[in-house]
Structures are given as C-alpha cells and as structure tokens.
C-alpha cells in the first residue's frame, strides 16, 4: 500500500501556472506508476497523465504542452507543472499509485482557475 498527500493547489488567473505535488510512502513507491486525475465538480474523475517507473510518460490530449508531470523517487515525490491554465483546468485533482493491479489514491487538492 502507498499513501499518498497532495499539495499546491490553490487559486489562479487564467494563463497563470500551479505545482502540484504528491508525496508517498511505502517501500513499492519508486516500482509504482504514478497519476494525476482531476475531477470537477457533477462530472466523473479523468485521468490527466501518468509517469511509469522509468520515466516514460503520458497525457490526455487537452493538457498536452501544458502540463508536464515528473518524479523524484529517491524523495517519494511526483509533481505536476501546470502551465497557461485554462478555467476549464478547474477541478480537484488526485495523485494516483498504481502497483500489482492495486490503485492507491491521495485526499486530492482544490486547483481554481478563474480571473
């Protein structure tokens, strides 16, 4: 099992860029793959990007040059740069672990794009 914490979310204008970042726990953390959802409110959690355990990396189209996720396995950390954020960008947005078909998921962080 990982746990996992999310931080740096906040309010932001539009164009404006946020961190966030995910810490974890647990000796399976670096053998993990590791994932950003986003839920807005009424709608179902999406996926957004993911990072395997070597680095490779991908996105859904509509963050594509926007966002750009990495990860420090010697901290325990995965981030999420987000930039030229969009007020569609709005949601709560969730740190994933994926290990031996178990998913584990953090409390999620409020991201508010809006002028």
């Known amino acids: 099992q990982v746990q996992l914490v999310e931080s740096g979310g906040g309010l932001v204008q539009p164009g404006g860029s946020l961190r966030l970042s995910c810490a974890g726990s647990g000796s399976i953390f670096s053998r993990s793959t590791m994932g950003w959802y986003r839920q807005a409110p009424g709608l179902q959690r999406n996926w957004v990007a993911s990072?395997?355990?070597?680095?490779?990396?991908y996105y859904t189209d509509s963050v594509k040059g926007r966002f750009t996720i990495s990860r420090d396995n010697a901290k325990n950390l995965v981030y999420l740069q987000m930039n030229s954020l969009k007020p569609e960008d709005t949601a709560v947005y969730y740190c994933s672990a994926f290990y031996a078909a178990r998913r584990d998921w953090g409390q999620g962080t409020q991201v508010t794009v809006s002028s």
């Open positions: 990072i395997t355990s070597e680095g490779t990396t």
